[in-house]
């Protein structure tokens, strides 16, 4: 992000844009970039002298966030298994619009400790055969349609590789 430029530089860009200066003499000139030159002067059009006013009342988040943020600390602290898009549905009903996104939610959780990572099934674990056909590979196919249009399965296994 940007640094913000003072006022007095603002109206600078103001007066010399008055004189006649393109925007681009402008920005070399005050060593400024364009993109905040033909910003400054383009809002100075649209609201005359109230434009060239920083607006810092606008950084940061918004005031009605924090009841945002608690509500949906509150909801996973009740609901431990619920996810955050569902949390994000039940807050944009209740409060409405602007709201935050549902990765923002996500961060809020993990800064206040209200995640857990997701357990995995335990793997079975097979190890290797003893003895002859103690274990087996078995593919199988169901749901299917024959040419007469009959329901139809089977399963297979592969040939054993060394009786040949």
């Known amino acids: 992000m940007g640094k913000a430029i003072c006022l007095p530089l603002r109206e600078q860009i103001v007066a010399l844009k008055k004189q006649g200066y393109t925007l681009q003499t402008i920005s070399q000139q005050l060593n400024l970039s364009f993109a905040a030159v033909r910003l400054i002067w383009s809002r100075f059009k649209k609201l005359g002298q109230p434009g060239l006013l920083t607006r810092f009342e606008q950084c940061g988040p918004p005031a009605s966030t924090n009841g945002v943020f608690r509500a949906a600390r509150w909801l996973r602290h009740l609901h431990p298994q619920w996810g955050s898009p ?5 807050l944009l009903r209740r409060y409405g619009q602007p709201m935050p996104t549902i990765r923002t939610i996500n961060r809020w959780y993990k800064q206040a400790g209200l995640t857990t990572p997701r ?26 349609k024959l040419a007469d249009g009959q329901p139809a399965c089977y399963l297979t296994a592969p040939a054993d590789r060394h009786n040949r």
């Open 119 to 144: 357990s995995r099934p335990n793997r079975v674990v097979i190890g290797k055969a003893t003895a002859v056909h103690n274990i087996w590979q078995v593919d199988a196919k169901e749901h299917l």
């Open 86 to 90: 569902l949390i994000h549905s039940l």
